[in-house]
């Protein structure tokens, strides 16, 4: 306790001292203040000074103080006031630009319509001009829209047929087989071993692995033009195998890049993908083309069908049919022996998930 008392002792003192201390200093500054200026003095020396700063000096001080802090004020105003006119000088400027454009744009389109209304409205015997009937512009418009419309049929027919000829010249050779092109996607498990179980017996099967992660449309087709010609030039594909991921009513083709029935509707370069691809289907087939898919079950559900049935659409006229059936069924079973050696392929099928074995060792 006693410790205490004394330390609380000691810092009244100390407080005391440096109030005796700011006091003192108060009075000097007031003295030297007085004699600085002795026109604000009170009368004789010997009167005492009671206030450490003067009036007259105090309201001076004052008056300093409000001028600095209105010149300041005034500053800064005039900078905002600027930064703004600034900002409204660049904001009306660029509307007058606008206002021009669209103006020029309105006349241009406004003196082309008038010009062109008084080359068709005007009769070259009568100088004076005449009213445009526009009762047969709607009717004008429909005829030349449906006779454009038949001039491109009459020029794919055109192409078809000549096309298609150009294949039958290409294919009309001793020993010819239709080619079977297989597509496999590499985030397939194993799928660098679906080349090794081809079917032996049938040379014109045509494996093409692709990377899922890095592969666009464009290389695929590149990639199935190249083979076709170097198998045979000139030949189309008969039948179509589409290894790849998926699952009901949807193919898992590319990375981020996903078929199902909605966008192969919206998607520019998955719809320019199958119109190409169906370029390169047979025109000489006389049975409609077959596009086989495995590994996934696409027609898991109704979203299955309507897939299959937009890139049948998509791919018209070329004659294309989707298939997609389940590999233990019987239809499964003669499309897998299509394409593979059916011993080696369920060798492959069982070793597909596993980790223990490496499908080298056992082929």
């Known amino acids: 306790m006693g410790a205490v008392a004394s330390r609380r ?44 700063f003067p009036k007259e000096n105090l309201f001076s001080f004052q008056t300093a103080t409000t001028t600095m802090q209105a010149v300041f004020r005034g500053y800064a105003e005039r900078k905002r006031r600027k930064r703004e006119n600034d900002s409204a000088s660049v904001i009306q400027r660029n509307f ?10 309105r006349v241009k389109a406004q003196t082309f319509a008038e010009r062109r209304e008084r080359s068709f409205s005007r009769s070259w015997s009568d100088p004076t001009p005449m009213k445009a009937d526009t009762s047969h512009d709607s009717r004008d418009s429909s005829d030349l829209q449906s006779s454009h419309c038949t001039l491109g049929e009459a020029f794919e027919d055109l192409d078809w047929e000549t096309e298609r000829g150009l294949e039958a010249v290409a294919c009309d050779t001793e020993g010819f087989v239709p080619p079977k092109v297989m597509l496999i996607s590499s985030k397939v498990p194993k799928a660098e071993y679906i080349p090794t179980i081809l079917r032996r017996d049938d040379p014109s099967i045509i494996p093409i692995l692709y990377d899922h992660e890095h592969a666009t449309f464009e290389d695929i087709l590149e990639e199935i033009e190249k083979k076709l010609n170097v198998y045979h030039k000139g030949a189309k594909i008969w039948k179509m195998l589409i290894f790849c991921q998926g699952g009901p009513g949807h193919l898992y083709l590319l990375k981020n890049k996903v078929a199902t029935f909605a966008k192969v509707e919206k998607e520019e370069d998955m719809i320019h993908f199958w119109k190409r691809l169906s370029r390169l289907m ?11 898919v495995m590994g996934c079950y696409v027609l898991g559900n109704p979203n299955g069908e309507k897939l299959f049935q937009n890139l049948r659409t998509l ?3 070329y004659r294309v049919i989707f298939e997609s ?39």
């Open 325 to 363: 059936p389940l590999e233990l069924s019987a239809q499964g079973k003669q499309m897998i022996e299509t394409y593979f050696d059916f011993r080696l392929y369920r060798l492959w099928k069982s070793r597909q998930h596993s980790k223990l074995l490496d499908f080298e060792d056992v082929l």
């Open 9 to 52: 002792r000691a810092l009244r003192s100390e407080a005391m001292s440096s109030v005796a201390a700011k006091v003192r200093a108060a009075r000097a500054f007031g003295e030297y203040l007085s004699q600085s200026h002795p026109e604000n003095r009170n009368g004789a020396d010997d009167v005492p000074i009671r206030t450490w």
């Open 315 to 317: 791919m018209t006229p």
């Open 96 to 105: 007058r630009k606008h206002l021009r454009m669209v103006g020029s744009r």
């Open 282 to 292: 047979s025109k000489v087939n006389p049975e409609p083309n077959v596009i086989h």
